[in-house]
């Protein structure tokens, strides 16, 4: 007489043994590419490139996240006065560290898991340990530097500083230098074009000086967002795109 399946609990399908049992599916997700916008020059305008690079990717229907390590929350102000009807960016004010078991590299992990682009805005003065540790969390270093002699110098130390960071010198991250808030055809700019370009590291782009970036920064938008954002500026912005896309 066969025993009555009822009365057998560890068992509710007899005849489902556990080797034809469905196996479950891991899908990895892509890992995003994390940028690093550093200088350790205060006024280079590394908020700017951050938040314009964070709205280009959200025009590209890219989950973008905007972590600001900054204590002055430029880029966190930037995001709370960004429309709803604007396409949404993730923001981290990692500035904020309210518990000492939170981590830096504890941000880049609790982040939206379909998240593509990760931008990182730094504090000036940036140096020594942070320096290192954001070295070791991004994909992409952003140098940001500004035509004045002033920046030419203290960019010349703090390329020195990010080169010979342990980070750096044991895993090499892609980096490229950015002349911002330029005018061409002047003096300062020719000099500072004469600097990029003799640095061994890509000269990717050069935006120049226009308050077509603070009308927009004023509402939490980016040139991408604008309606009348002068062609030859989205341009100059897609230089940059597709330096970072390349060998993603």
């Known amino acids: 007489m066969s025993a009555d399946p009822s009365e057998n609990p560890e068992n509710e399908n007899p005849d489902v043994t556990e080797a034809s049992q469905p196996s479950a599916r891991v899908i990895s997700a892509p890992q995003p590419v994390r940028i690093l916008v550093a200088n350790a020059k205060g006024g280079s305008g590394k908020t700017t490139v951050a938040t314009n690079l964070a709205s280009l990717f959200a025009s590209r229907n890219e989950t973008a996240v905007l972590i600001d390590y900054d204590p002055q929350a430029s880029s966190t102000q930037w995001l709370q006065s960004r429309q709803a009807d604007q396409r ?42 942070l320096l290192n540790e954001l070295v070791r969390e991004c994909d992409v270093v952003l140098i940001p530097v500004t035509p004045s002699p002033i920046d030419i110098r203290a960019t010349t130390v703090f390329i020195k500083d990010l080169l010979l960071c342990p980070a750096y010198r044991s895993s090499p991250r892609r980096v490229a230098v950015l002349a911002n808030r330029a005018r061409k055809n002047t003096l300062v700019y020719s000099k500072l074009e004469l600097f990029l370009r003799s640095l061994k590291i890509p000269f990717i782009a050069t935006f120049r000086d226009t308050q077509f970036y603070v009308r927009a920064s004023e509402y939490g938008m980016g040139l991408y967002d604008l309606d009348n954002a002068q062609q030859a500026d989205l341009t100059d912005w897609q230089q940059l795109i597709e330096w970072i896309d390349k060998d993603q």
């Open 88 to 129: 949404y960016i993730h923001g981290v004010a990692a500035y904020r560290r309210a518990s000492t078991q939170i981590t830096r590299s504890w941000h880049l992990r609790n982040m939206p898991a379909d998240t593509s682009k990760v931008i990182i805005d730094t504090p000036s003065g940036l140096t020594g340990s």
